[in-house]
């Protein structure tokens, strides 16, 4: 049949409406193929031409037979307005909320209490087919019961829906269902176990929003495991993706999770005085919505609620008040109160009263929670530095703290429910209730959005390939013909978000990163999808979006806090700190490796030999979006391991009011949870199905007598269909169902109607005919009655006499008696016939009874024994499964751990084979100051002997070293003119090359002589900010000004202890030391000209292979015409130069940015500016190679920016080693003038005691001889003394030497470890940094050689245009200026590059 035949008069059909979707149209007149126009009249009398010429037929309404069917892939024709309508009308008139389609079960909310739930529906739902009863949650449930009973085989059932669409209360009812069927018979009660975790988990995971007052803020999926007899034996539940941020915020009439405020409304209890509460106004966790009351519910008695479940869970006072203290932790620390200092720091005082509760509930350090609290330690290779915070980061970092403890909270409750609900026993089979959040899209979503929508697409695609297996095998029992249905595949969006290089890999890569930003991940999300793939989308109004297509809409994520979602990090220091809490709950939740609680978990535990050092990087650790990403996996796994049910929940308005039917936002759900896909796909087919006897009993009136006399009902089938519809593709029959494609049952339909209203019109004609007969017939009567009664009055009156009444009397009386036996004798025969009857019937059916009760009871047996070893047998084979999946684990488990300890030896050997080589160093050191120890030893000895020598040589000596000293004086005034040359010589190579340079610039500058006019105007602000950059150039020079001074004053102070120590070596003793420390300085000078000389001689060869390759590389009288002179004294004064160059790429983006916004108007006039090609196609490829030109200039100088730094990082290198050497000559000089003190000191005594042994001489000169020998002997005490005082403070020097040279060893290998470190960071950095230069290359390279050759001038996606040169320079200059910006990082580059040459 022809579709256009369908469109006849009476027909209706759905005509699109802004408020109602669709409306209802009757067409009033039949349609022709060619019409342009379709003419309706709608519901409300209105006349509508409705134009079909361009467009597609409006979609036809199906018959009323069919509106209000439980199943929604019944109907004839399946669209959208067919879904809406059916739901409507089942929902608003019928008021029932639960909808076939296909497998699915749709809830509509009705936003009121039905009595619908009670134990008599679940025992009338019990042990029924899907489709005997009404569709309801329980029919649902006691499907996958069955299946899992008759299969042996795992459920899942799938709840997901919009916030407020009832799917908490959805998957409630259904785990109440099991509870009650499945109830087992022990005295565990596990079955009140199981409903009792609901009101548990809804209490700390659910929270009032502005669409739903219990909206649960995670997904949850509870497995109901059963054994055997399919008894519940326990359960055990996995959550995803807590929505952590609702501890710390709330939007406007929101609230926070449930437990808060049943808490607070509970505070003035005596048992929960010590936690220091109140009402929830006090607090700024509970407060922030505005709403902390729900109408209608009352918190204390919910507390009182949540108390009796724990303790049904076995959770006693004690957990439970460990929680609570927890909770009232939380509360107290939102309102600690942080104080800015300053706009770099903040501070929290030490008497606020809610940081004290804070730290007495958790028994924290007060003092080190307030310090840490604003303040950070950043934690490097050679240094560890604390840095304050400002007010903002520290409140940051305080709501971090508490969604981190609040998480771990919500981990520990689920965990220990799931201890609860353990079972000693073997899971046989389960059912899983899957509770988790529909597809979101909000006027600003961000990564909790992403995650969520991500999670969406994944059961789409589950369920898709679900549907389409399904509607598979149904044609394949049936022994249908089929073909492949087209349906959507969202693999596409999937890989997007979680392939390699895609947006989650991208975004933990950020993360890495120590500065990561949101900003730096958006932009590779643009450079890596934007016109690469066609379901990512850049917004035209925003910089700061990405819009990505998923299934169901087009979702637009603002970028901002993707990555401090992703980390979900929290403070080292705040972690110690609560790691050491005396607390144990606190402490247990922070600890680094916990110990598990799971019955699943391994039980072995391997520890390394020496304790693992921490790593302080904590980007090191796993990301929400792997955590949720692999979770997600394991989900799948589960999902497709299971039969699944699905339940979709729809909101039906936004107003909670109670059946009211929204038709804008319940279309907006069924295209988002896929219900329409599903229709699409049964349309697609053969979406409606009829079984034979059903076809018969209801088109038997569209058959002939013939056809009727046929026996076979399926061959009578078969013959009126191919009579009835000619086009047999329409049509297939399959072995129990006939198949019909969309339209053909809404066309037998028709032919039915047609039928009846010709068979309805001739029984009209009849009954007409026979009610008027019956009519003229019940006159007529009546008219014979009353001609009767008038003749028989008139007979009584003329012949009544009395002896006729007495006969007549008699005659009555006698009737009366006959008739009465013949009656009684009539019934006592059927009477006895009766029982008779009865007495066969009844021993019939208790013989048949009994024989049917013999055959049950054999078979039942049979049965027993045959279960029993179909049941053994798969135990084996599923125990022995088990084994071999459990020993491959744990095989793969114990590899695992063998390879990594042999990492961390391999690491340990590493480690110990450079520190034996450090050792080995440090002893060759110290044998060699042994032996220069031994020398001096021996040297001491010789003192004695040679003193009288050493007083005749110092002199000589003393005159030596002065010229000595001259001659260092004139090698330093040497190497200072040498360095001064040497850094002359670099100012003026880079003179030449600023001077080549400017060259190059002149040439491009002569191209632009003509856009000048255009910005004289703009010239007055650009000098401003070139003044502001040469006052910032201006102090930058002071400052090198006044480096110079204080180097000049170092100088001054060298001289001034030069001499000092000319001075003091007239009266040192110690000349040989200071001989042996000059040549140690000697040497160590000769060592850093060797250095300096060599860095010369690299630096030339690095400078000379740059001006070859800049000769080579630019075209310098091309550059000189294209600057201006004016230009390029702006640049030269500034200093600016490589910023410019640096900035022609920001300015090639702004410039693709503007051409990019312009593209579309210009598209609509490449009518009229065809003329114009050839023109703009010549200044298209003239501009591409000045850009190519430009940024080889960019590359080289970039280069040569590298290369200058690194020769300028020398010099302070040098002049650092050179001011190191000096302090150390300082120090031994300060140690030499105390040792000189004592000498002094030592001498002034001997000298007095010499006087008073004159004194004594002179006055006993009878003992001349006697004294003069007391006197010889001492002057040879004297002389021993001052032996030993020499040889004692060489002794004390030489030790001092020694400790100071280990010191110096050990700090060198120190360093030296921290620049091997360092460089190994900066070698990576910059291999990132090479790989992301080579892939920008390469991505610019492409867009080069792929430009097409259109008829338009557009360079790659720009679109150029003369008059648009003047906006284009303006953008680029402002791109030069705030390029200064970006110097930073070249040099940190540029130092980096050579730190690793040097």
């Known amino acids: 049949m022809a579709l256009a035949e369908l469109y006849a008069q009476y027909n209706r059909v759905w005509i699109p409406d802004n408020k109602e979707v669709w409306q209802s149209a009757e067409i009033t007149k039949s349609y022709k193929a060619g019409d342009r126009f379709l003419h309706v009249q709608l519901e409300d009398g209105t006349e509508l031409n409705y134009p ?60 009121k209490e039905l009595p619908i739930y009670g134990d008599a529906i679940i025992h009338a739902y019990s042990g ?95 497995e109901i495991s059963f054994d055997q007899s399919y008894q519940i034996i326990g359960a055990n539940m996995r959550t995803y993706l807590l929505e952590k941020s609702r501890v710390v915020f709330q939007s406007e009439n929101e609230r926070n999770y449930h437990i808060f ?130 007010r903002a980061q520290a409140v940051n970092a305080r709501d971090a703290l508490a969604k981190k403890i609040y998480s771990h909270l919500f981990d520990f409750i689920v965990e220990r429910i799931n201890q609860a609900l353990q079972f000693p026993g073997k899971k046989h089979t389960f059912i899983g209730v899957l ?36 509607e598979q095998e149904e044609y394949m029992k049936e022994d249908i013909p089929w073909t492949l249905i087209d349906f959507y595949d969202n693999q596409p969006v999937i890989d997007l978000i979680e392939a390699k290089m895609g947006i989650l890999e991208l975004l933990d890569e950020e993360c890495l990163l120590p500065h990561g930003k949101d900003e730096n991940w958006l932009q590779k999300l643009y450079n890596n999808f934007v016109n690469k793939n066609t379901l990512f989308e850049k917004p035209r109004m925003s910089n700061t979006s990405f819009i990505i297509q998923h299934f169901a809409d087009k979702v637009e994520y603002k970028c901002e806090g993707f990555l401090e979602k992703n980390r979900d990090t929290v403070h080292e220091v705040l972690i110690e700190i609560l790691k050491e809490s005396k607390f144990h709950l606190c402490a247990n939740f922070f600890q680094d490796s916990p110990v598990s609680v799971s019955p699943f978990s391994s039980s072995i535990n391997i520890k390394s030999a020496r304790p693992v050092l921490k790593s302080p990087n904590k980007q090191l650790r796993t990301t929400v979006g792997t955590k949720f990403r692999n979770s997600l996996s394991l989900l799948m796994v ?48 053969y979406p409606s199905r009829w079984t034979y006897i059903e076809f018969f009993s209801r088109y038997s009136i569209l058959m002939t007598q013939q056809e009727l006399s046929i026996n076979d009902k399926k061959q009578i089938c078969k013959i009126v269909l191919q009579r009835l519809i000619q086009d047999h593709n329409q049509y297939q029959f399959g072995r129990t169902k006939i198949f019909f494609r969309a339209g053909q049952v809404a066309y037998l339909e028709k032919l039915r109607s047609d039928k009846l209203r010709h068979a309805c019109i001739l029984i009209q004609k009849c009954v007409r005919g026979w009610l008027q007969r019956k009519k003229f017939l019940s006159m007529r009567k009546a008219v014979v009655t009353v001609q009767q009664y008038f003749r028989g009055q008139r007979t009584v009156r003329q012949a009544v006499t009395a002896r006729n009444l007495k006969e007549t009397w008699a005659a009555i009386i006698i009737q009366k008696y006959c008739r009465g036996y013949l009656v009684r004798r009539l019934c006592q025969l059927i009477h006895v016939a009766a029982v008779t009857i009865q007495a066969y019937t009844r021993g019939f059916l208790a013989r048949k009874k009994y024989q049917k009760m013999r055959e049950e009871q054999k078979a039942v047996i049979l049965q027993k024994y045959a279960r029993a070893w179909l ?123 600023t001077q080549q340079l400017f060259n190059d ?96 001689r690299e630096l030339r060869e690095k400078m000379s292979e740059v001006t070859k390759q800049l000769l080579e590389s630019y075209d310098f009288e091309d550059v000189r015409s294209r600057l201006s002179t004016e230009d390029l004294e702006h640049l030269n004064e500034d200093g600016e130069l490589w910023f410019a160059y640096e900035g022609l790429k920001k300015a090639t983006r702004v410039m693709e940015s503007h051409f990019q916004s312009q593209k579309e108007i210009y598209e609509k006039e ?67 003038q105390e040792q000189t003190v004592k000498l002094k000191e030592m001498s002034n005594r001997l000298h007095y005691e010499l006087e008073r042994d004159r004194t004594h001489r002179r006055t006993t000169e009878a003992q001349n001889e006697v004294d003069t020998k007391e006197n010889e002997s001492l002057k040879g005490t004297t002389q021993g003394t001052e032996g030993l005082s020499n040889g004692l403070m060489q002794d004390e020097v030489q030790d001092e030497v020694q400790s100071k040279i280990k010191q110096v060893t050990t700090r060198l290998a120190v360093e030296n470890m921290d620049l091997e470190e360092k460089l190994d960071m900066k070698d990576r950095i910059i291999k990132k940094l090479e790989d992301q230069i080579k892939t920008l290359t390469k991505t610019i390279e492409k867009a080069e050689t792929h430009v097409p050759t259109v008829p338009k001038e557009y360079i790659g996606m720009m679109e150029y245009k003369k008059e648009d040169e003047e906006r284009i320079i303006q953008n680029l200059i402002l791109a030069i200026k705030s390029s200064q910006e970006h110097t930073r990082d070249l040099n940190l580059l540029s130092s980096w590059s050579s730190t690793k040459s040097i």
């Open 128 to 222: 029924q087919n899907m489709g005997d009863m009404d569709p309801h949650i329980f029919a649902v449930a006691e499907e996958a019961y069955k299946q899992m009973a008759r299969n042996n085989k795992n459920q899942s059932i799938i709840v997901s829906g919009e916030s407020g669409a009832g799917k908490t209360v959805s998957a409630r009812y259904t785990m109440r269902y099991f509870a009650t069927v499945s109830k087992s018979s022990s005295n565990a009660h596990v079955e009140d176990k199981v409903l009792a975790s609901n009101p548990i988990t809804e209490a700390v995971g659910n929270a009032k929003t502005t669409r739903n007052d219990n909206s649960s803020r995670f997904g949850k999926y509870t």
């Open 1001 to 1096: 610039v002149q040439k491009e500058e002569n191209q632009r002589m003509i856009l000048e006019k255009n910005f004289q105007n703009q010239k007055q602000d650009y000098e401003k900010e070139i003044e502001l950059l040469k006052g910032e150039i201006k102090i930058l020079k002071e400052e090198k000004t006044q480096l110079q001074q204080q180097i000049q004053q170092e100088i001054i102070i060298q001289d001034g202890l030069k001499m000092e120590v000319g001075q003091l070596t007239k009266q040192a003793q110690k000349i040989p030391e200071l001989q042996k420390e000059i040549e140690l300085l000697q040497t160590q000078k000769l060592d850093v000209e060797k250095q300096a000389h060599s860095q010369k």
């Open 638 to 685: 589960t999902l497709n391991a299971t039969t699944p049910h699905y339940v979709r929940c729809i909101k039906p308005n936004d107003e909670k009011l109670p059946f009211e039917f929204d038709s804008k936002r319940v279309a907006q759900q069924l295209r988002a949870c896929g219900v329409l896909e599903t229709i699409r796909i049964s349309a697609q087919s």
């Open 435 to 470: 509770d988790i959040y529909g597809f979101e899209t909000f006027d600003v979503n961000s990564f909790e959005q992403f995650c969520i929508n991500y999670a969406n697409e994944k059961l789409q695609q589950q369920f898709n390939l679900h549907v389409f297996k399904l």
């Open 52 to 111: 079909v010429d361009p467009a597609p037929l409006p979609p036809l309404r199906n018959p009323d037979i069919l509106v209000g069917e439980n199943d929604l892939t019944a109907l004839s024709y399946l669209h959208e307005p067919a879904v809406l309508h059916n739901l409507k009308i089942r929902f608003v008139e019928s008021k029932l909320i639960y909808t076939y389609s296909g497998i699915i079960l749709v809830a509509i909310n009705p936003y």
């Open 1166 to 1232: 490449i009518e009229g500016l065809n003329f114009k090609v050839e023109h703009l196609s010549q200044d298209i490829n003239h501009l591409q190679k000045l850009f190519r030109e430009e940024n080889d200039i960019n590359d080289g100088i970039r280069l040569e920016v590298s290369r200058l730094t690194s020769e300028n990082l020398v010099i302070p290198d040098l002049k650092q080693q050179v001011a190191e050497l000096e302090n150390q000559k300082l120090d031994l000089e300060n140690r030499l």
């Open 261 to 390: 405020y049943q808490l607070c409304a509970s505070a003035m209890q005596p048992e929960y005085e010590h936690l220091k509460l109140g009402n929830a106004e006090e607090f700024n966790y509970t407060r922030m919505g505005g709403s902390t009351v729900i109408e209608g519910v009352d918190d204390r008695a919910n507390m009182v609620e949540t108390q009796k479940t724990f303790a049904l869970l076995g959770l006693k006072g004690d957990f439970q008040m460990d929680v609570f203290k927890m909770l009232a932790a939380i509360l107290h620390l939102g309102n600690v109160e942080i104080a800015a200092v300053g706009d770099e720091r903040s501070s929290i005082s030490m008497e606020d009263k809610h940081l004290r509760i804070f730290c007495e509930l958790l028994d924290l350090n007060c003092d080190k929670m307030a310090r840490w609290l604003c303040h950070r330690k950043i934690v490097t290779t050679s240094e560890t530095v604390i840095k304050p915070m400002t």
């Open 871 to 993: 049941a053994r047998r798969r135990f084996q084979n599923i125990r022995r499964f088990v084994l071999n999946i459990q020993l491959s684990y744990r095989v793969q488990q114990l590899q695992k751990k063998i390879e990594e300890q042999s990492r961390e030896n391999h690491g340990l050997l590493e480690r110990l084979t450079s520190l034996a080589s450090a050792h080995m160093n440090d002893v060759d050191t110290i044998q060699k100051l042994e032996s220069e120890l031994e020398k001096l030893a021996a040297q001491k000895r010789t003192y004695d002997e040679k003193g009288k020598k050493y007083r005749e040589d110092s002199e000589q000596k003393i005159l030596k070293l002065e010229n000595q000293n001259k001659e260092l004086q004139e090698q330093k005034e040497t190497l200072e003119i040498k360095l001064q040359e040497k850094t002359e010589e670099m100012k003026e190579k880079m003179d030449d090359l």
